[in-house]
């Protein structure tokens, strides 16, 4: 510190520390303005190390509220970081008031890669997160989040997959929905642009369990979350990455043989979805699973809507099947798609009405797939 005590800034920071109010902040600024940032920890020093949990509170909200309004160099912004993530080991009625701190650093303050990745570390391995109350948990999420949107290459190339798996552990056994809605935005961030080389079970997992929702939200929720709010953000997690598949599509169609209808249903939703962003590099070694899966209730069920979505589910596989870079990628469907016609033409030779029906219904499926389709549907049936 400076030979000449900086009273007038101890005063003023003692003064706010008493009566905590924002109008106090300005003089304090005013007096500041003449220490560094280092000055101005040494002078709450004894205050964030008190032994009264709100004095602590009070100083480190201080600390948090002035220097975010001081000029500071790189340096001070990194001593300072390391500072407050320091602290993250202290009570848990200071732990949001850091973790704030910390969010607004992150959104406001120009921050170095190893600084980036230090607020990560501290996060994953000083705080409990699942031992917080809900909401000081989401400030949690919300600075991981944070770091993401500013940081994200940071974070790819100083940790990389270490980043996922200590993430998977932060989040696991989260069950607030409010919490889960941006815990999903963040997991597709996580499979779009980090590598999971060996941990696609892991991230799998992290997804599946939360599968299907189901979910009602209490009347006194504050911030309102619906089932289909939760069921369209976990959904696009299944989509985020292709190297899903292998474990999607088995485990789609245990869902599809659920005794549940809901969860029937919403499975040919999240089949529909999937087929589509995966393409048919890595959805055709799976296509036998699902037609074998489809066709069944689409002849043998009762359900009319779950019908309707089997269908819609039966175009989505034969648009991946026909699309026009199966040939490009040197994929031949042309086995699967002699089977499935050859069945049709087998049902439309029986004289029981009962099968004509779905068998017209999957025709037209396959007609309202693409073009190619539409041809292969003529050729079958036409002279």
Request: glycine residues 4%; aromatic residues 8%; contains cysteine.
């Amino acid at each position: 510190m400076t030979k000449e005590s900086p009273i007038y800034l101890k005063d003023a920071c003692d003064d706010y520390l008493r009566e905590p109010t924002g109008g106090k902040i300005s003089a304090i600024l005013h007096h500041g303005q003449k220490y560094s940032v280092l000055d101005f920890v040494e002078v709450l020093q004894s205050e964030i190390t008190s032994k009264e949990d709100n004095m602590r509170l009070n100083a480190v909200t201080l600390l948090i509220d002035v220097t975010l309004q001081m000029a500071m160099s790189d340096a001070e912004v990194k001593v300072l970081i390391e500072f407050l993530c320091g602290r993250l080991s202290d009570k848990y009625n200071v732990i949001p008031t850091i973790l704030t701190g910390l969010s607004r650093f992150v959104q406001e303050r120009k921050l170095q890669p190893a600084t980036v990745c230090t607020i990560a570390k501290e996060i994953f391995n000083s705080v409990d997160v699942q031992a917080l109350h809900q909401d000081t948990r989401l400030k949690a999420y919300c600075l991981i989040n944070d770091l993401l949107q500013k940081h994200l290459m940071c974070l790819k190339e100083g940790m990389g997959t270490k980043f996922v798996v200590n993430y998977i552990n932060l989040v696991d056994g989260e069950q607030d929905p409010r919490n889960l809605m941006l815990i999903f935005n963040m997991t597709v961030k996580l499979l779009q642009h980090f590598p999971i080389d060996g941990i696609e079970d892991t991230m799998f997992d992290v997804i599946s369990c939360y599968y299907p929702v189901d979910f009602t939200p209490p009347p006194d929720m504050e911030v309102p979350v619906t089932t289909e709010d939760l069921t369209s953000r976990l959904n696009n997690c299944f989509v985020a990455s292709d190297r899903l598949a292998p474990h999607v599509f088995p485990f789609l169609s245990e869902k599809f043989n659920s005794s549940l209808m809901q969860t029937r249903m919403q499975s040919c939703e999240t089949l529909k979805l999937c087929l589509s962003a995966y393409g048919t590099s890595c959805s055709v070694e799976h296509v036998t699973l699902i037609w074998n899966d489809m066709k069944q209730e689409i002849f043998g069920g009762v359900n009319r809507d779950l019908r309707q979505k089997c269908l819609e589910v039966v175009t989505a596989l034969f648009a991946v099947l026909t699309s026009p870079n199966v040939k490009q990628k040197g994929l031949d469907p042309s086995q699967f798609l002699e089977r499935v016609f050859d069945f049709c033409k087998e049902k439309l030779t029986y004289s029981e009405a009962k099968f004509l029906r779905p068998n017209a219904l999957i025709l037209i499926s396959v007609i309202k797939s693409s073009g190619s389709g539409c041809g292969l549907v003529a050729e079958m049936c036409l002279p």
